[in-house]
């Protein structure tokens, strides 16, 4: 599984982006998705996940403000960051889970400033 992440950029407090990751393969839908984030000097954590029946989990620091979406006819998961805060200033990375392997994409960066 090949993930290819887009959209980071740096944006002023309040305001928003949104990041993509495009998946190779023909069973897109078999796989669990998420998004991950890693700021300087800190561990990697989750922030959304979604699982290929389209349920999902948030972590709490973005919950309301975050939301996680797939497509897959196009094999692609979408994470919307509105009212976006300095604290979410980090390498946003894209994740797949099938049968219990994990796979990752490249990180993109999310800059925000107050």
């Known amino acids: 599984v090949q993930l290819q992440a887009s959209g980071g950029g740096s944006v002023q407090t309040g305001g928003f982006l949104r990041l993509s990751c495009a998946a190779s393969?023909?069973?897109?839908?078999?796989?669990?998705m998420g998004w991950y984030r890693q700021a300087p000097g800190n561990q990697r954590e989750l922030v959304a996940s979604i699982t290929r029946g389209g349920s999902t989990i948030y972590a709490d620091s973005v919950k309301g403000r975050f939301t996680i979406s797939r497509d897959n006819a196009k094999n692609t998961v979408y994470l919307q960051m509105n009212s976006l805060k300095p604290e979410d200033t980090a390498v946003y990375y894209c994740n797949a889970v099938y049968r219990a392997v994990y796979y990752w994409g490249q990180g993109t960066q999310v800059t925000v400033s107050s």
């Open positions: 393969g023909s069973i897109f839908s078999s796989y669990g």
